[in-house]
């Protein structure tokens, strides 16, 4: 492994030096992989296209995410930014590298949760759309492109985790191809039209089935929270550590993700039948709330409020996207029925 991360670390020197000129096409293509991406801003525009696919993104974000985080538990995988100084491999020859405020996250490497879990989410929106363009076309060549920008913005998204030193080049990999495989595992079947039961055992299974193996490893003396001191020691503003990023808070995700998609599917099972219009509409109104309520600020001491408001915030984001947004929108366009 210390040739691999070597080697990783000298492939991130290059990258940054020789292509320093898109750094923020980088930085943005970092950004839409984070996997809140998946429930803020590709959920909403895919759900009022085609509501089945806009429910599994949520679904699949969810479980992915989620075993993502169990594999980073299990694996230990190092981040090339804390990595270079804790491997003294360096310490003659600094490699000439800078770090970004997307480089310092707490959680372990392996596999990368960017590339893993957009892998899974696009796979849903890409077959879908390769679906209706071949039914509308006929046409396979037609239909195979959205595989190849799916590829190419994969690509993108793993060089852009490489060129800011959150992974090494393997756990890139390693998310690619787990990402693609549970995109086409997961999308085989999606919950609908489950009760609202299902949703509260699949989110509470999630919550503390992790926290379990988490006190279990605790038992044994491994101490899960190891990434989270390297992450403080070895970043370059301690400003850019942020909680959201801990491995708790995706699970919190999650867990209320999954509660929030069964309670919006309780409060109003069918949606709404609407025009083109107000989709339309509805994807620009959603898409807003949900930017305000990413980007809402909480409260982070003590830990365990931070989470719950956390779990809290994701519930809700199924309820604008679902209920909410489209209740309002359906009762502002809805024309009257004739006595």
């Known amino acids: 492994m210390e040739t691999m991360h070597r080697q990783g670390v000298l492939m991130a020197e290059a990258l940054q ?3 320093r000129d898109y750094t923020d096409f980088w930085l943005f293509a970092s950004h839409m992989g984070d996997p809140k991406a998946a429930f803020l801003l590709v959920f909403p525009i895919t759900f009022y296209l085609h509501r ?8 699949i974000a969810a ?9 980073k538990w299990i694996l230990f995988g190092e981040r090339p930014f804390w990595w270079i100084g804790e491997s003294r491999l360096f310490e003659k020859n600094q490699p000439q590298v800078q770090q970004f405020p997307a480089t310092c996250e707490t959680g372990p490497g392996s596999p990368s949760g960017h590339l893993m879990i957009s892998g899974a989410v696009w796979w849903v929106v890409v077959s879908s759309l390769a679906s209706f363009l071949h039914s509308r076309t ?7 492109v959205p595989y190849l920008f799916y590829v190419m913005a994969l690509v993108a998204i793993g060089l852009s985790r490489i060129f800011i030193l959150a992974h090494f080049p393997h756990q890139v990999v390693a998310g690619f191809v787990t990402g693609i495989m549970l995109g086409v595992i997961l999308n085989r079947s999606i919950p609908e039209h489950r009760p609202l039961l299902f949703f509260l055992w699949s989110s509470m299974a999630l919550l503390f089935g992790a926290l379990l193996f988490y006190a279990g490893l605790g038992k044994l003396g491994i101490d899960l929270s ?10 370059s503003r301690a400003e850019w550590i942020r909680m959201d990023t801990a491995p708790f808070s995706s699970l919190t995700r999650d867990a209320g993700a999954l509660l929030g998609l069964g309670f919006a599917q ?4 069918g949606g ?4 083109w219009t107000p989709r339309t509409l509805c994807i620009a109104l959603s898409s807003m709330a949900l930017y305000h309520i990413g980007r809402f600020p909480l409260p982070t001491v003590p830990p365990l409020l931070f989470y719950s408001l956390f779990f809290v ?3 809700i984001v199924p309820q604008v996207v679902m209920v909410l947004i489209p209740g309002l929108v359906h009762l502002l366009t809805a024309k009257p029925k004739r006595e």
Request: contains cysteine; hydrophobic residues 45%.
């Open 52 to 59: 089945r696919s806009g429910i599994a993104v949520v679904w």
């Open 313 to 315: 915030k994701y519930t």
């Open 272 to 275: 709404w039948d609407m025009p």
């Open 17 to 19: 030096q020789k292509t």
């Open 63 to 71: 479980l992915s995410e989620w075993l993502n985080l169990v594999s």
């Open 266 to 269: 309780f409060w109003k099972p």
């Open 138 to 144: 006929g046409s396979k060549l037609l239909s195979a």
């Open 226 to 235: 190891w990434s989270i001191s390297l992450a403080k020691k070895w970043c």
